[in-house]
């Protein structure tokens, strides 16, 4: 080692040599002039020897300096690297579709922690990101990206979508490190941190373009401000349209598509057409059906852009005498209180994969494209529904349900507004179906239609739906003509759609026109964690005691098994039980054998049924707890059954051996339990 040039010295150790080398011509790079760098693998440290004439060692990772084999002098520094991903990556990972789960991939969990730390200190926060590493035992076939450091191999194999952003990079704040150490020239120090800013400053600027028409933000703010109940309209300083929400679209009869970058006034009346609303100003206007509104234009002064005319448009009311009254601002539309019951607060989940549905649905409800929910019997589907229709612009607005159970054609059910109850809409079952089905649609007009069950549907109906959705602009169906709707659609059905597609037995046409975003709602067997507290949730409802829990009315036994019950019902199932424990409670706690005969049916063995005598030895000892052998067989005596000794005493092994009943020592006596009890109501 030459120990000339320069003045000090340092020993990198790390166990991946690749990041030894990294280490080394970069640190030798920007501090080269001051700074020795030397490096070793932590296998090849065995002696005292290696690291003398070091005034500092710099560890790659906790873990290497942990495992570090031969003590340290006091005198020699020890710093642990920090390192951080490559910003220059950012351009790659931005390119992923907002709102995905994207897996990290590394060799350890802790380092993934740190990589996600990092991306959301970065700013990129518009992905659910999931850890994966070595003794991850299976991989998520649902997710489709991946961002790994330098880990390729350790990506599950379905993935395409791979991301290596290489190994990390030494942070500024390492480098920072070492100069203040060494006491090197602050100016090297600010100028090496300078150097770091303006290469993070290029890259975000290289990456600001794709932000702009792209990231997340843009596009849910765009979203909310498109479902807000006032008007709202971006001009320019042309007056041409930037941006429109649905109820200035609504208020000024403005065409459905077509509008952006076209003037604002060549969609007024006459007397409008040619007004010039780019100046903070009160305008009365009137649309094309003669109706008058108030816009009132606001100037927006943005650095480095040009001026926007911010607009909001508020219908004027008629007077008595015939004149229009201009308000000041446009009168609040409130959500009612009522409704909270069907909005998201309804949900109960400690579960991460239903919480990321539900906040998915959340995001759903800002749009008001087409959504087919999909699941198996009681998963709340229909609540999920309500939900994003309560949560959306058209809450004031019905909520019908046309429900397709098995046996029925078609039945309709309409949830009134602005109270809660449901009124029974048009029953479809007569000769005239389409007359019966745009009936449907105009009592949901300018809310929400849910098609529930939507894999009942007949192909009849399926048919009329198509040509229904695929011609509500034309207001032409089958010559029959009717007014354009405004009708949201959510479906619901508890098979896969695409799978009877691809069998015949669903319209292909329908299934695409139905599922413009999907969710699929999770069965309760893969939500375990929420069983406790929906159980909780039900048992405080029915007893009216906010501090009951269901370990106060079950039995510990009862309470085990609930907990590991696959519930082919799902979370009505569970509401089900509730409801049968709470009429079946009487001051004691619940057990196994006052199941439902449904349940206790599935839980007897194949072959278990037990012989008479078998029975009767049960019904011994559960009519007298700690009941010895010697009054077993006085009791089988009376019943005219004569059993010896040692067959009694095998007998006994057996059921206990089962669970069915327990043997005390010495004097004890046998007890049934639970699942013996359970046995005797077979």
């Given at each position: 080692?030459?120990?000339?040039?320069?003045?000090?010295?340092?020993?990198?150790?790390?166990?991946?040599?690749?990041?030894?080398?990294?280490?080394?011509?970069?640190?030798?790079?920007?501090?080269?002039?001051?700074?020795?760098?030397?490096?070793?693998?932590?296998?090849?440290?065995?002696?005292?020897?290696?690291?003398?004439?070091?005034?500092?060692?710099?560890?790659?990772?906790?873990?290497?300096?942990?495992?570090?084999?031969?003590?340290?002098?006091k005198e020699v520094m020890q710093i642990v690297c920090t390192r951080t991903f490559n910003h220059a990556c950012l351009d790659?990972?931005?390119?992923?579709?907002?709102?995905?789960?994207?897996?990290?991939?590394?060799?350890?969990?802790?380092?993934?922690?740190?990589?996600?730390?990092?991306?959301?200190?970065?700013?990129?926060?518009?992905?659910?990101?999931?850890?994966?590493?070595?003794?991850?035992?299976?991989?998520?076939?649902?997710?489709?990206?991946?961002?790994?450091?330098?880990?390729?191999?350790?990506?599950?194999?379905?993935?395409?979508?791979?991301?290596?952003?290489?190994?990390?990079?030494?942070?500024?704040?390492?480098?920072?490190?070492?100069?203040?150490?060494?006491?090197?020239?602050?100016?090297?120090?600010?100028?090496?941190?300078?150097?770091?800013?303006?290469?993070?400053?290029?890259?975000?600027?290289?990456?600001?373009?794709?932000?702009?028409?792209?990231?997340?933000?843009?596009?849910?703010?765009?979203?909310?401000?498109?479902?807000?109940?006032?008007?709202?309209?971006?001009?320019?300083?042309?007056?041409?349209?930037?941006?429109?929400?649905?109820?200035?679209?609504?208020?000024?009869?403005?065409?459905?598509?077509?509008?952006?970058?076209?003037?604002?006034?060549?969609?007024?009346?006459?007397?409008?057409?040619?007004?010039?609303?780019?100046?903070?100003?009160?305008?009365?206007?009137?649309?094309?059906?003669?109706?008058?509104?108030?816009?009132?234009?606001?100037?927006?002064?943005?650095?480095?852009?040009?001026?926007?005319?911010?607009?909001?448009?508020?219908?004027?009311?008629?007077?008595?005498?015939?004149?229009?009254?201009?308000?000041?601002?446009?009168?609040?539309?409130?959500?009612?209180?009522?409704?909270?019951?069907?909005?998201?607060?309804?949900?109960?989940?400690?579960?991460?994969?239903?919480?990321?549905?539900?906040?998915?649905?959340?995001?759903?409800?800002?749009?008001?494209?087409?959504?087919?929910?999909?699941?198996?019997?009681?998963?709340?589907?229909?609540?999920?529904?309500?939900?994003?229709?309560?949560?959306?612009?058209?809450?004031?607005?019905?909520?019908?349900?046309?429900?397709?159970?098995?046996?029925?054609?078609?039945?309709?059910?309409?949830?009134?507004?602005?109270?809660?109850?449901?009124?029974?809409?048009?029953?479809?079952?007569?000769?005239?179906?389409?007359?019966?089905?745009?009936?449907?649609?105009?009592?949901?007009?300018?809310?929400?239609?849910?098609?529930?069950?939507?894999?009942?549907?007949?192909?009849?109906?399926?048919?009329?739906?198509?040509?229904?959705?695929?011609?509500?602009?034309?207001?032409?169906?089958?010559?029959?003509?009717?007014?354009?709707?405004?009708?949201?659609?959510?479906?619901?059905?508890?098979?896969?759609?695409?799978e009877m597609v691809r069998q015949g037995l669903f319209r292909e046409e329908l299934f695409f026109l139905l599922n413009a975003?999907?969710?699929?709602?999770?069965?309760l067997r893969k939500r375990r964690e929420d069983i406790p507290l929906l159980m909780d949730q039900f048992f405080r409802e029915?007893?009216?005691?906010?501090?009951?829990?269901?370990?106060?009315?079950?039995?510990?036994?009862?309470?085990?098994?609930?907990?590991?019950?696959?519930?082919?019902?799902?979370?009505?199932?569970?509401?089900?039980?509730?409801?049968?424990?709470?009429?079946?409670?009487?001051?004691?706690?619940?057990?196994?054998?006052?199941?439902?005969?449904?349940?206790?049916?599935?839980?007897?063995?194949?072959?278990?049924?037990?012989?008479?005598?078998?029975?009767?030895?049960?019904?011994?000892?559960?009519?007298?707890?700690?009941?010895?052998?010697?009054?077993?067989?006085?009791?089988?005596?009376?019943?005219?059954?004569?059993?010896?000794?040692?067959?009694?005493?095998?007998?006994?092994?057996?059921?206990?051996?089962?669970?069915?009943?327990?043997?005390?020592?010495?004097?004890?006596?046998?007890?049934?339990?639970?699942?013996?009890?359970?046995?005797?109501?077979?």
């Open positions: 080692m030459d120990r000339s040039q320069p003045k000090y010295h340092v020993l990198i150790v790390s166990i991946n040599s690749n990041i030894r080398l990294e280490f080394q011509s970069y640190l030798h790079k920007i501090l080269g002039a001051h700074i020795a760098f030397d490096t070793i693998g932590l296998d090849q440290v065995q002696r005292p020897e290696q690291i003398k004439g070091y005034q500092c060692i710099l560890f790659s990772s906790p873990l290497v300096q942990s495992e570090f084999p031969i003590p340290i002098p790659q990972i931005i390119r992923i579709p907002p709102g995905e789960r994207v897996y990290i991939v590394n060799d350890t969990y802790d380092s993934i922690v740190t990589i996600m730390e990092q991306l959301k200190e970065a700013g990129v926060v518009q992905y659910r990101f999931e850890p994966f590493y070595p003794g991850c035992i299976l991989a998520d076939e649902s997710i489709h990206y991946a961002i790994t450091v330098g880990e390729p191999q350790l990506v599950p194999g379905h993935i395409t979508n791979v991301i290596d952003i290489g190994n990390r990079i030494i942070d500024i704040s390492t480098v920072n490190e070492l100069c203040e150490y060494f006491h090197l020239p602050a100016s090297l120090s600010n100028q090496i941190t300078k150097s770091y800013v303006n290469s993070i400053m290029q890259i975000a600027k290289l990456t600001s373009a794709y932000y702009q028409d792209y990231i997340y933000s843009r596009q849910l703010l765009q979203t909310v401000i498109s479902n807000l109940p006032i008007g709202l309209c971006l001009l320019s300083v042309r007056g041409e349209i930037n941006m429109v929400n649905r109820r200035f679209s609504m208020d000024l009869e403005l065409p459905e598509t077509g509008t952006t970058g076209r003037n604002l006034s060549q969609f007024l009346p006459q007397p409008c057409k040619g007004m010039d609303f780019c100046h903070s100003a009160d305008y009365k206007v009137m649309n094309r059906s003669g109706k008058h509104l108030l816009l009132s234009s606001l100037e927006l002064l943005l650095p480095n852009h040009e001026p926007l005319y911010l607009l909001t448009s508020t219908p004027c009311p008629v007077l008595a005498d015939g004149t229009t009254e201009y308000p000041a601002a446009p009168e609040p539309v409130f959500s009612d209180s009522r409704y909270t019951d069907s909005m998201f607060t309804s949900f109960t989940t400690a579960s991460e994969p239903m919480k990321h549905i539900l906040e998915y649905a959340r995001r759903l409800s800002l749009y008001d494209f087409p959504v087919l929910i999909q699941g198996e019997s009681g998963t709340q589907k229909k609540l999920l529904a309500r939900a994003i229709h309560r949560t959306s612009s058209r809450r004031q607005q019905p909520f019908v349900c046309l429900n397709m159970p098995m046996g029925l054609n078609v039945a309709a059910r309409v949830n009134g507004i602005p109270g809660v109850h449901e009124a029974s809409g048009p029953a479809l079952i007569v000769s005239d179906p389409l007359s019966q089905m745009l009936e449907l649609f105009k009592e949901a007009n300018h809310g929400t239609l849910l098609i529930d069950s939507a894999e009942y549907l007949s192909p009849e109906i399926q048919g009329l739906l198509i040509h229904i959705l695929q011609d509500n602009r034309t207001g032409n169906v089958f010559g029959t003509r009717f007014s354009p709707f405004d009708v949201r659609i959510i479906a619901t059905a508890g098979q896969d759609l695409y975003a999907s969710i699929d709602t999770l069965p029915l007893f009216h005691n906010k501090s009951l829990m269901a370990r106060d009315i079950l039995s510990s036994s009862l309470f085990d098994f609930l907990m590991n019950y696959d519930y082919p019902g799902n979370v009505q199932e569970l509401y089900n039980l509730t409801r049968y424990f709470f009429s079946h409670y009487a001051a004691h706690p619940l057990i196994l054998a006052q199941l439902p005969s449904y349940i206790r049916n599935q839980m007897r063995k194949p072959g278990q049924d037990h012989s008479p005598v078998r029975l009767r030895v049960l019904a011994a000892i559960a009519a007298s707890p700690r009941i010895g052998r010697g009054a077993i067989k006085n009791a089988l005596a009376e019943a005219g059954v004569e059993l010896s000794d040692g067959r009694l005493r095998g007998l006994l092994k057996e059921l206990s051996e089962e669970g069915l009943i327990r043997i005390n020592r010495t004097r004890g006596g046998c007890e049934i339990t639970e699942q013996g009890l359970m046995s005797l109501r077979h």
